[in-house]
């Protein structure tokens, strides 16, 4: 009897659970098609079902009813994916990859640290600058591909490779990461991204408070200066930029460029908080292509406002195909290619070191300091 008692509660255990996945899933079922009759948008309804954490088991009735609505089947496919319910989940015992924060066809997923860290204390380029701690100048000979950069504080200063310096001769973009030491003057690698300039009045830079794209930043790093030249013209093309030197800096200051990253920043803003993230993972169109990780969850909040007004101008000059956000399958895949990678030393400086990755689908870099600790990882598809 006893024995008996205890099945019947189990079962009973079991119908109220189930009972109560279906009021959730009704209750979903009903926002969502709210949403729908008021005419909110498709890529508005995504968000919230995605940072609502909204699951959904559609009968052949909840469909009809949802196409009735007007849901497309892009949405419907959306929605029956439960992608959302797959984060967090651990990636190679060391980060916690969460739910993605999703605007039209552009995905970023928040990295979070699981394990304990090396970390070091830097100063950015930008806080460098406005402590006045910094100088950044031409050679005398003034080189295309190097500038002189000195550190006047007490603190190291990090610069990531696409970090952008405005002025001199023409304006550059850094290319590779860099670790400058307390009171030390440094030959830095460099790429033009004003193609049409080589005068100025003064030999001295400014940093330009931007990094670039995932394209311009692969090209610094892998490709030659007239590819990166070419990635600045096409993204000003998409982003409809007319620049009359050809420089990356024209983007930075455009209005239209601005009103258009806009819905994307609000979405992002709301969506990507947390203590403790020390990177992201972008997606565009359902295809993981960017990766940036630091070993510092401090440094990284410094940098992460430059690093995401990066991935939107990336969505800003890709064409929507779709939005569907990839899944966890697809971002243990990518990663997994980085593990089969080639290795190879891409430039070493006297406080760090660039060390390259390649496959047959993804390029990148990661930057370690001298104890061979890794500071910042980036990671492309080709």
Known sequence: MVRRTGFVLSMLIVLCCMSCMGIANSQSLNDVLSLLKAHVGEEVIKTHITNKDMTFNLSTQDIMTLKKAGASDDLLSFMMSGASGEFPFTLDDDYEIHKPVIHKHLAIFPVFRSTSSPIDEYITLDEAQQAKLIIIKEKSSASVPVVLIRNKGTKSIYIMAGEIIIGGKQDRMVSFDIIIPPYKEVEVEVRCVEHGRWHGETVVFKSG????????????????????????????????????????????????????????????????????????????????????????????????????????????????????????????????????????????????CNIEYESDGIIGNESRDKKGDVQHLNLYRK
């Open 209 to 352: 408070g931007a990094v670039g794209c995932k394209d311009v930043r692969s090209a610094l790093q892998f490709k030659e200066q007239q590819d990166v030249w070419t990635e600045v013209a096409r993204t000003c093309g998409e982003v409809e930029v007319e620049t009359g030197s050809g420089t990356y800096g024209a983007i930075l200051s455009s209005e239209n460029v601005e009103a258009k990253s806009k819905p994307f920043f609000d979405v992002m803003h709301s969506g990507l908080t947390g203590d403790g993230m020390v990177g992201m993972i972008v997606a565009l169109n359902g295809e993981v292509v960017c990766v940036d990780i630091f070993a510092n969850p401090v440094f990284f909040e410094k940098v992460r406002e430059k690093l995401l007004k990066a991935y939107v101008l990336d969505a800003l000059s890709t064409d929507q195909t779709q939005t569907h956000a990839p899944g966890r399958s697809e971002i243990i895949a990518f990663f997994e290619e980085m593990a089969n990678a080639q290795t190879a030393e891409l430039k070493r400086y006297s406080e760090n």
